[in-house]
């Protein structure tokens, strides 16, 4: 395997951020403004827009399963390099996308080389992390992520207001080939893919069961971080300030990145306990405070607690995953990581759209602070539990 420096900031880790960022802010950017160029376009509908966003997630986490048995059979080098390949191939293909049904075929195409791409890179960067320093690494790491999500929309929308949908998918690609650069920097060990003997395929071979009790509790999270991704805009339109939803999202990604050197330090200091209890507690303020939110100090205070508290939670509980499974099964640990995750984004879309549409914004924000004040119980009782055992 690669060499580890006891450099947390060594060339490699920083390479491995680097292409991660590019990934995601074009992820972003792309979002941001697809809706809007099928609607003024391509003469879709709002129903069009949300099966464009819906393929993409239906691929992504049919394919995450197998993630991790793709990494394992092919090695990591080749699923990055091929993944990447792909992935920026269907970059480019958007700027040709001049039909509703050309725009769905690559959006599902994009999602399953997306869930490849980004299991693979989160063991790849695993490597270049001192091993005392992995909680504060995988911080930052994540913190790529956080940074895609404040660029790429405000690249994004900033551009469209000048340019048209064809310029500004020329410019994404383009993006997205700079960290294609960074990807063939990384100095990846040539590992050699696992031969497995011939037989069934087991859960064994999608699921690292070491990981499974701490994805179920990302899953539990990550429903009620959809009530934030999904409908932070229409919940701030009904309450009349839809023109400072976009500054909740400012000073959501700004909370989120500022407490991720310090969370990180603790996590390797103290133990994943000393994060994940305060980080739970402080997301699900956020969450009732948002549920009875009706002024601008309201919007931005619920922000700032969600923002530390998600943010911190997020990469604790990637990190906790990855370091139950052995070395040679992490990549099944992100898989399945991941799989649990994009599951609960999913099911939290859907369940919160109908309880808004059939009762209220704030009952909706409410239960989600009920359903994640309660994963404490689950992770002293479970996760916890097995941490300490």
């Not at 394992?72 to 040709?96: D, N, P, Q």
């Not at 390797?268 to 699900?284: C, H, M, N, Q, W």
């Not at 109908?354 to 009782?381: D, E, K, N, V």
Request: glycine share 6%.
């Amino acid at each position: 395997m690669s060499a580890v420096t006891p450099v947390l900031w060594n060339k490699s880790f920083i390479f491995c951020l680097l292409n991660n960022l590019f990934l995601f802010i074009f992820y972003f950017a792309q979002i941001t403004i697809l809706p809007i160029y099928i609607l003024n376009d391509l003469g879709g509908t709002l129903t069009d827009a949300g099966l464009a966003m819906t393929l993409f997630m239906v691929s992504s986490i049919a394919v995450r399963p197998f993630s991790g048995l793709i990494i394992e059979k092919f090695g990591r080098k080749k699923t990055l390099y091929v993944s990447e390949t792909l992935f920026c191939l269907c970059a480019v293909a958007y700027i040709f996308a001049d039909n509703l049904m050309a725009l769905l075929v690559i959006r599902f195409l994009h999602g399953i080389w997306f869930s490849i791409l980004t299991t693979v890179t989160v063991p790849i960067a695993n490597d270049f992390i001192p091993p005392e320093r992995k909680g504060e690494g995988m911080g930052y790491f994540v913190m790529s992520v956080n940074l895609g999500i404040v660029l790429g929309p405000l690249l994004g929308l900033t551009l469209l207001q000048d340019f048209s949908y064809l310029l500004i998918s020329s410019l994404l690609a383009g993006i997205i080939f700079l960290g294609f650069i960074f990807c063939f920097m990384i100095p990846i060990a040539n590992d050699v893919p696992i031969q497995r003997a011939t037989r069934r395929l087991s859960v064994h071979d999608f699921i690292e069961k070491k990981a499974l009790s701490v994805s179920i509790l990302a899953m539990l999270i990550s429903i009620s971080y959809a009530s934030i991704m999904s409908y932070i805009s229409p919940f701030a339109d009904a309450q009349g300030l839809l023109e400072y939803a976009s500054v909740f999202f400012v000073v959501f990604a700004i909370s989120m990145m500022s407490l991720r050197p310090i969370t990180g330090k603790i996590y390797d200091r103290k133990g994943a306990s000393y994060v994940i209890y305060p980080a739970i507690t402080l997301f699900a303020i956020g969450l009732a405070l948002l549920s009875q939110t009706q002024s601008v100090m309201g919007l931005m205070l619920s922000a700032v607690c969600v923002g530390m508290g998600f943010g911190s939670l997020q990469p604790c509980l990637q990190t906790l995953a990855i370091q139950r499974a052995p070395k040679a099964r992490i990549g099944h640990a992100t898989s399945t990581f991941f799989t649990c995750y994009d599951i609960g984004i999913a099911l939290g879309s859907l369940l919160l759209g109908l309880i808004i549409s059939q009762y209220s914004y704030s009952l909706a924000y409410l239960l989600c602070a009920i359903l994640t004040l309660s994963t404490l119980a689950f992770y002293a009782l479970v996760v916890n539990r097995r941490t300490t055992a």
